[in-house]
């Protein structure tokens, strides 16, 4: 089923796809959506997710997507790369069309720093309403909430901490705009509407079995620290252990303080890096860069927390172990994977095994983009492929 932009419904024609996937590298917005659009075409959508780079601007592709696909949610945001079954690449436009029985709404949250934690009932509401379910009846085997957000600015955390106490249990994936390797301002949209400083929250009922999953490469080591100093909300540390950040970090990571004033996004590339434990689970905190001898990070850390030093591993080798643990799980032969792949992980992965690092996904299509962050459940967290997979078959109950 299709939803209409008023709320209706309607069926998809007999014998339409129920996912499909488009990617294109031309340099011209409309002619690369016009490349989108005929790869999308034999889908009845209830759902378009567009993510393109910076390179297109993101207040037209909004309007041209919700143009071009009346009668259904559409949203999407600016890249650090995209994902497609043909790989990793960077400049170009993927997108990914579900149709079939699925059905999906999605809102436009804007100043996601300010974001205030009541509203998000009325939001989950407002989107089960639209979705033409319950919210009453959201089921964790049925819907799955997605989620883009700003890569560069605070609130994610927030974001998904209320998003978990307004709808618990269900399932939470997405990824935080990038713009390319600037580091200066990304968009997300929804909906034919742009922003930046926004999220994208999109409620999905796929009508396909599905699983989340969020894998990284890292083991924490018995090196800790404390915070003493930090802005949550700007992601940023300004001291450890009651020392000046920077310093300290270099001590922990056993590098010269000099190690950590490298280019935008290179310190991604540092085999050590800060993280912290959930349930005996490490997740990671990326060093985007310095500012002074503050520390900045791809996602939020507050005063009091403990933080443990991760050693890096091999991504490919991990990446294919635990998907093929995903897969395994999911009791259907794969459709498709909607990725959210942390820029860093493709810094530390060697160029020369970079299709390694694709041929990982075992030949299940991949589309999505490289990211400054990546959500699963009620947590922002970095190094880190986050997706959805979707399998064959419907869902039944």
């Not at 071009?68 to 690449?89: H, K, N």
């Not at 059905?103 to 309403?129: D, H, Q, W, Y």
Request: hydrophobic share 45%.
């Amino acid at each position: 089923m299709a939803l209409l932009a008023h709320g209706g419904v309607e069926r998809a024609p007999s014998g339409a796809a129920p996912v499909a996937l488009a990617a294109s590298s031309l340099d011209d917005t409309e002619a690369a959506l016009d490349e989108i659009e005929a790869a999308l075409a034999h889908c009845a959508a209830a759902l378009v997710l567009v993510f393109h780079s910076p390179r297109h601007a993101a207040p037209a592709v909004a309007e041209s997507v919700a143009r071009r696909f009346p009668g259904c949610a559409t949203a999407g945001c600016t890249t650090a790369g995209e994902l497609s079954p043909d790989g990793f690449s960077s400049g170009g436009m993927v997108a990914l069309a579900i149709g079939g029985t699925a059905r999906a709404a999605v809102s436009l949250v804007p100043n996601l720093a300010e974001l205030a934690v009541e509203r998000m009932a009325r939001i989950v509401g407002t989107l089960a309403a639209s979705a033409d379910i319950s919210p009453t009846q959201l089921r964790p085997d049925r819907q799955v909430f997605i989620t883009l957000t700003d890569g560069l600015v605070g609130g994610g955390e927030r974001l998904l901490a209320a998003l978990a106490d307004a709808a618990p249990g269900i399932p939470v994936v997405g990824g935080s705009a990038g713009d390319g390797d600037r580091l200066h301002q990304t968009w997300v949209w929804a909906d034919g509407v742009a922003a930046c400083e926004a999220a994208a929250i999109l409620l999905l009922d796929p009508g396909l079995p599905f699983r989340t999953f969020a894998v990284h490469h890292f083991e924490a080591t018995a090196q800790r620290s404390v915070v003493t100093g930090a802005s949550a909300g700007l992601h940023r540390i300004h001291e450890l252990d009651g020392r000046p950040a920077a310093g300290r970090l270099a001590e922990l990571l056993q590098i010269p303080l000099v190690e950590l004033a490298r280019p935008r996004l290179q310190t991604l590339a540092l085999e050590r890096q800060l993280g912290f434990l959930v349930g005996g689970q490490l997740h990671m905190r990326g060093l985007l860069g310095l500012d002074g001898s503050d520390l900045i990070l791809a996602g939020a850390v507050e005063e009091g927390m403990v933080l443990r030093v991760g050693l890096a591993g091999d991504v490919v080798e991990t990446t294919r172990r635990r998907l093929r643990e995903v897969l395994a799980q999911l009791g259907s032969p794969p459709r498709v994977i909607l990725g959210f792949n942390c820029v860093g992980r493709l810094i530390q992965c060697p160029p020369s095994r970079l299709k390694d690092l694709h041929g990982a996904l075992e030949g299940v299509p991949l589309v999505g983009f490289s990211t400054l962050g990546e959500q699963f459940g009620p947590l922002q967290v970095n190094y880190t492929l986050a997706g959805l997979v979707l399998g064959t078959g419907v869902t039944l109950g």
